[in-house]
């Protein structure tokens, strides 16, 4: 789990430098996620990651794409502070496995495609149109070609489902495993995203 804390905070130094993020990240099994999928979504059946944004947006700073790609912090109003990246991503590991052989890749690859994808959503990125999953699937591609070329994924161990990872702070800010729990949110208060 460390080498995978480390990636995940890698993307998040990467796409807001100087933003604070509080993230936490949930490896599930095909039935917790199908769960929170029904319970959240009301859609039946697993899905691959689920997102919860727990940021308010309004008055809020964002994280916008550069013209190179790179994403730069930015404020709506004058005097705000810094972006807070603050939410949850739920992975589904069977669908990793499932998907990395779909897709001739390896589950570690897949575990951090999702991982990004999720990260992505919580910066606004959208994929319900196709020129915005366009957009979005080659943001996902060049962040994991970039963690690829600094992490050696094949390192990750098989994780068990129902443990997570928090990443908080910024530059200095502390990393440390949590337990499984629950989304934060209420069944009405649920902002989930999904791919």
Known sequence: MRLLRRTVRALLLEMCPKSDFDLVVYLVAEPEMIRLNEAFLHHKGSTDVITFDYVEK????????????????????QGAGPTLLHGEIFVCLDET???????????????????????????????????????????????????????????????????????????????????ARGPRLTRGEAAGKTS
């Not at 790179?70 to 709506?76: C, E, F, I, K, L």
């Not at 366009?134 to 962040?143: A, F, V």
Request: hydrophobic letters at 30%; one cysteine or more.
């Open 58 to 77: 309004v008055g809020q700073a964002s994280c916008l794409p550069t013209s190179g790609g790179r994403v730069r912090p930015t404020n709506d109003k």
């Open 97 to 179: 496995v499932s998907q990395a052989r779909r897709f001739h890749t390896t589950w570690q690859s897949e575990l951090v495609r999702y991982i990004v994808h999720g990260v992505l959503h919580l910066l606004s990125y959208d994929d319900r149109d196709a020129r915005a999953r366009r957009r979005m699937k080659g943001m996902e591609d060049t962040l994991v070609q970039q963690l690829a070329r600094q992490f050696d994924f094949g390192r990750l161990r098989n994780p068990e489902p129902l443990h997570g990872i928090e990443v908080r702070g910024r530059r200095t800010g502390s990393i440390r495993g949590v337990g």
